[in-house]
DNA sequence: ATGCCAAGTGAACGACCGTACGTTCCTGGG
DNA sequence: CCCAGGAACGTACGGTCGTTCACTTGGCAT
């Protein structure tokens, strides 16, 4: 084999490894990750289902793929982009900016992935619980980084209780969410933000580096 | 038929109604009211399958009923206690109180039922999905009622805005119990309760009617 | 006592589920 | 060239699902 070439065969089954995946995050986002079956996915795919199942090895690692996939949907949709955004209140801002774009433009045509998958295996114990778990603990950690990075950046007020801001922060955007999910109605975004700002204008040292309160 | 007197017959189909109902709510608020299965529900009641389908006439009739029935306990163990206190800012405390109780002492198995459902069935068209926005709706409404009454007993300061101010509190609700259910932690119940009542200590008139901020 | 009617049973159905196994096809390495 | 090995297929298995239907049982009214 040629050096660092991959070979042709397995890159073949990674790339129909990342079809697959595709659709399952959709279908998981809307159904739930027990909504998956190999036979709906095999004929939608116009795959055979022994096909999809030899590719995962089984319906749990074919669900903790999914959420994995969905990880890397999130990442590049919400966490990355912010980074362009210089630490300070104004990445939390764009931070909370960015997921509600990215549940309100329906990424997954369910609202948010993992407040659908979350609810779904919240009380179930197993590998995929744990999978969601895991994903959840490290977006509330980089949420109540990037506030304690505004508070050492004289941004946010030096006595700020991150996790209750965190949590009021995150409570916000989950509920817009799904508030807009099930009501089919776009209008509870606006009132999201505002609730967002007017938490971030009472922290931040320097307002006028935020928008204004609509 | 004696005036009045109901049909023993009919009444013995309503309490094994009843008994089936009380099962079900505790599964799917653990499971989802599609991880309901009528073979499953007739072996753990010592039932015949078909008798089950019989009660209900379908599926899809028992999901709803399931609903309806985990209604009747939500509004026995938080709304109607709440109406024994006096309309006001302790009665719009005294609602998020013993909705984080009603969450924490987990009255269903799986945290609240609602936000299980709802996530479940957010996304899908149909009867069901109708029932669960339907009860979601009322229990906002009833919401905002009572932060209207305080506003109208004074209590709360006049130009509040009490769609912000029902969607702040009921997110600091829903995503306690989320947390402590995903994660099995009852901690999370404390940080709720800080955001709770340092909301409403900004909007009351006289912050004396409620507890401190722990 | 007789007839009616709802509750509940038991067996059977077609459909779909996840999984197993042997085979076919194709590609890269010796 | 030949063969090792991964992708993908076809078929089959045992099990569970929701639903149907003919039936027994037992309380109610006449």
């Not at 999910?181 to 307002?207: E, G, M, N, Q, W």
Request: charged share 25%; proline share 4%; with cysteine.
């Amino acid at each position: 084999m040629a050096e660092g070439r991959t070979d042709g065969r397995i890159e073949r089954g990674n790339q129909t490894r990342r079809l697959v995946l595709r659709r399952t995050v959709e279908i998981a986002s809307v159904e739930g990750l027990e909504g998956l079956s190999l036979g709906r996915l095999a004929s939608e795919l116009n795959l055979s289902k022994s096909g999809v199942f030899a590719l995962f090895g089984s319906k749990e690692e074919l669900q903790q793929a999914t959420v994995r996939a969905a990880v890397d949907v999130f990442l590049d949709q919400v966490v990355t982009p912010a980074r362009r955004t210089p630490p300070g209140v104004a990445r939390v801002w764009e931070l909370c900016r960015l997921w509600l774009a990215y549940s309100e433009q329906r990424v997954f045509p369910g609202g948010c992935f993992f407040y659908s998958v979350a609810a779904e295996f919240d009380a179930r114990p197993g590998p995929v619980h744990d999978t969601v778990v895991g994903a959840q603990a490290d977006w509330r950690a980089f949420v109540e980084r990037t506030i304690t990075e505004g508070i050492e950046a004289g941004d946010i007020a030096a006595g700020t209780d991150v996790t209750l801001l965190a949590f009021e922060l995150i409570a916000f955007l989950e509920l817009a969410n799904g508030d807009s999910v099930l009501r089919d109605d776009s209008a509870v975004y606006r009132t999201a933000t505002t609730a967002v700002l007017r938490r971030l204008h009472a922290v931040a040292t320097d307002p006028s580096s935020l928008p204004a309160v609509p």
